[in-house]
């Protein structure tokens, strides 16, 4: 089993940055994937990023040149640096990870508890 624990969620004014982080524990044996989500108000779950475990890195149009998605492999952890936020990135943030328990098992999509991020002045 697999737990992903999230932080770095907060309030902050238009403009400002913010640095989530989801560190990785338990039983792995290796990550692949790993990625950031978003949740707004009566909105559906969208993709705001994605870093392969080779680095290769995606963005959502709406965060391209502001997020910066990186990983720690050494400490499981992946991160996302978030500047020039506006109050439409409001929204709860959850981190994605593909991992293996063991070498025999395929690859399982875990999710972060979501931390909230304001954007708000």
């Known amino acids: 089993q697999v737990q992903l624990v999230e932080s770095g969620g907060g309030l902050v004014q238009p403009g400002g940055s913010l640095r989530l982080s989801c560190a990785a524990s338990g039983l792995i044996f290796s990550i692949g994937a790993m990625g950031w989500y978003r949740q707004a108000p009566g909105k559906q779950r969208e993709l705001v990023a994605t870093?392969?475990?080779?680095?290769?890195?995606t963005y959502a149009d709406s965060v391209k040149g502001r997020f910066t998605i990186s990983r720690d492999n050494a400490k499981n952890t992946e991160y996302l640096q978030m500047n020039s936020l506006k109050p439409e990135d409001t929204a709860v943030y959850y981190c994605?990870?593909?991992?293996?328990?063991?070498?025999?098992?395929?690859?399982?999509?875990?999710w972060g508890q979501g931390t909230q991020v304001t954007v708000s002045s």
């Open positions: 870093i392969s475990s080779r680095g290769s890195t």
């Open positions: 994605n990870v593909a991992a293996r328990a063991t070498a025999s098992t395929p690859p399982y999509a875990y």
